[in-house]
């Protein structure tokens, strides 16, 4: 197996890096977060997968801080919807719950109103670009709400603690979601 050091010095799995194929294959330098351009992303990525609970907790923290900065949505934040999946289905990445929780956060409670988003830039194509970006972004996990049916059985505790507020919030079949949670 494989195994990447991050900048913590922690191993990361080989499993999980494989979660993040294709990390290295987006232009993070052309994308933004918070702080300007997102190239420290895919080291945030990777920080999630690695071994050491601190280098773990950092990771989330700065995704948190960068990408879904107080609660806002940037291109970066979109690009890393798929990774932030991949991680949180590899059995070998701990904190797991972690990760559905920052997933959840970016597709926000409810479906994302352009018209209560929108409106912050007077200049229009760069306010109709955040605003698609909370919507792109909201749409690709609503999307991927089966994923977490398919994770009720886990033997992750600390994911399967996750599951159930996650299907409640993004399920688009509230019935289907409530019954698979009863037959769990």
Do not use: K
């Amino acid at each position: 197996m494989s195994e990447w050091r991050g900048y913590g010095g922690a191993a990361v799995a080989g499993t999980a890096m494989g979660m993040l194929a294709g990390v290295e294959d987006v232009d993070w330098a052309s994308l933004s977060h918070a702080y300007g351009d997102a190239s420290d992303v895919p080291e945030l990525l990777r920080g999630l997968a690695s071994a050491d609970p601190a280098e773990r907790d950092i990771a989330l923290d700065g995704l948190y801080g960068a990408v879904h900065h107080q609660g806002d949505v940037y291109d970066s934040t979109v690009a890393c919807v798929p990774f932030l999946f991949a991680l949180a289905g590899d059995a070998a990445v701990e904190d797991r719950g972690a990760i559905v929780g920052l997933l959840l956060s970016i597709a926000g409670e409810e479906e994302p109103d352009p018209d209560e988003i929108g409106g912050l830039f007077e200049d229009e194509e760069e306010d109709a670009a955040w605003v698609a970006n909370f919507v792109t972004a909201a749409a690709l996990v609503r999307d991927r709400a089966d994923f977490f049916l398919e994770r009720l059985a886990d033997p992750d505790p600390q994911l399967r603690a996750a599951v159930p507020g996650a299907l409640a919030q993004l399920h688009s079949d509230p019935a289907r979601a409530f019954a698979a949670l009863v037959a769990a």
